[in-house]
């Protein structure tokens, strides 16, 4: 439809990213440039005695690139943060409802419930200054199913700034 534009991954579509260069367009080399995302993984077990009663997975990107080293470091600091709140999470709201799902299971005779937290993200767009990834956390506390949220976010790597 004219004059409607799609979003996706955060990025406006059918336009052109913000300019990562001075003059206020962006050269071929930039557009080839990509900053380099590795996984960083929390990961571990929780156990009541000997049983595992539940697990945890918490991947979250780390930024290396030839430039824009200050913001890089901002955003590696800024996901890990969430990683480790997200961890706190777990133990301190999962862990002590498994502890309780554990001793009703043991109580009744029931098998062990493991909950279990996850986190994972993917990258949409790497190119130039900007950065654009989605992550999900998935959560089973007991019940049919697990819950799992989503989110999204984009970097103008440039400017440091989150892009609306």
Known sequence: MKGQRLFMGGLLLGKEPPACSKGGRVSSM?????????????????????????????????FTADRYELCLMKLNRYYEEQAKEYL?????????????????????????????????????????????????????????HGNTVRGSETWNLQGCGRLA
């Open 88 to 144: 706190q999470l777990v133990d301190t709201e999962y862990y002590p409802a498994a502890k309780e799902q554990y001793a009703f299971d043991k109580e009744h005779g029931y098998p062990t419930m493991v909950y279990e937290a996850m986190q994972t993200y993917t990258e949409t767009y790497n190119r130039g200054c900007i950065v654009s990834l989605y992550w999900e956390r998935y959560a089973f506390t007991g019940g049919a």
């Open 30 to 62: 930039e557009h080839m440039h990509r900053v380099k995302i590795k996984t960083k993984v929390l990961e571990g077990e929780r156990k009541e005695g000997d049983t595992v009663i539940l697990t945890y997975k918490i991947a979250y990107p780390f």
